[in-house]
């Protein structure tokens, strides 16, 4: 099993930065890749960030050029670096690791998330 714990949101002013950490515990070994992803109230979940185990990234075309994704494999974490955050920004934001258990199954895991409110 992995288990995350994200931390890192709050209330920011438009314009303004955050950055996000989820760290991840348990089969460590197993992770193919952790991403971030959010949901606003009356919205689908959507993927915000993705990274992979071996660095590849992807990004919402929403939050490219504007958010970064990176990993400390060695700490076992995943950052989520936010700027010039604008007001539809603000959802809750999920960490997700996508692991293989010891029989070579693909699992998920998600984090409770944490709130990123950004006002005008």
């Known amino acids: 099993q992995v288990q995350l714990v994200e931390s890192g949101g709050g209330l920011v002013q438009t314009g303004g930065s955050l950055r996000l950490s989820c760290v991840a515990s348990g089969s460590i070994f197993s992770i193919n890749a952790m991403g971030w992803y959010r949901q606003a109230p009356g919205k689908q979940r959507e993927l915000v960030a993705r990274?992979?185990?071996?660095?590849?990234?992807n990004y919402a075309d929403s939050v490219r050029g504007r958010f970064t994704i990176s990993r400390n494999n060695a700490k076992n974490i995943v950052y989520l670096q936010m700027s010039s955050l604008k007001t539809e920004d603000t959802a809750h934001y999920y960490c997700?690791?996508?692991?293989?258990?010891?029989?070579?199954?693909?699992?998920?895991?998600w984090g409770q998330g944490t709130q990123v409110t950004v006002s005008s």
């Open positions: 990274i992979t185990s071996g660095d590849s990234t």
């Open positions: 997700r690791a996508d692991w293989r258990d010891p029989f070579s199954v693909v699992r998920t895991s």
